[in-house]
């Protein structure tokens, strides 16, 4: 079994930076991609990034291109999301998500899942 726990969370003021950590333990396998979603309040849980085993293949939503980076450690069963320029629309709960086959922009293309951690950007 593979846990997830995210840490970095906090508040931000517009235009800001934080950087998330979600640090994997457990029966740490190769795993096909881990991703970033987040949750706001009243919404559907939305996908962030991607990123791929090897960290080659990254994949980003519109909404972050540009802005966000994620980069993963695997010497530290480690995985990062850099948000740089951050809006008060990114704020959310973050979720580190992994994937054992594949990957996606849907929450079910997911395995395992961290508990989250809470991100406010004030304006």
């Known amino acids: 079994q593979l846990r997830l726990v995210e840490s970095g969370g906090g508040l931000v003021q517009s235009g800001g930076s934080l950087r998330l950590s979600c640090v994997a333990s457990g029966t740490t396998f190769s795993r096909a991609a881990d991703a970033w979603f987040r949750q706001a309040p009243g919404k559907e849980r939305e996908f962030v990034a991607a990123?791929?085993?090897?960290?080659?293949?990254?994949h980003y939503s519109d909404s972050v291109t540009g802005r966000f980076a994620i980069s993963r450690d695997n010497s530290k069963n480690t995985v990062y999301l850099q948000m740089d320029r951050m809006r008060p629309e990114d704020t959310a709960v973050y979720y580190c998500?992994?994937?054992?086959?594949?990957?996606?922009?849907?929450?079910?293309?997911?395995?395992?899942w961290g508990q989250g951690t809470q991100v406010t950007v004030s304006s």
């Open positions: 990123i791929g085993w090897t960290g080659s293949s990254t």
């Open positions: 998500a992994s994937a054992i086959a594949g990957w996606g922009v849907f929450p079910e293309n997911y395995h395992f």
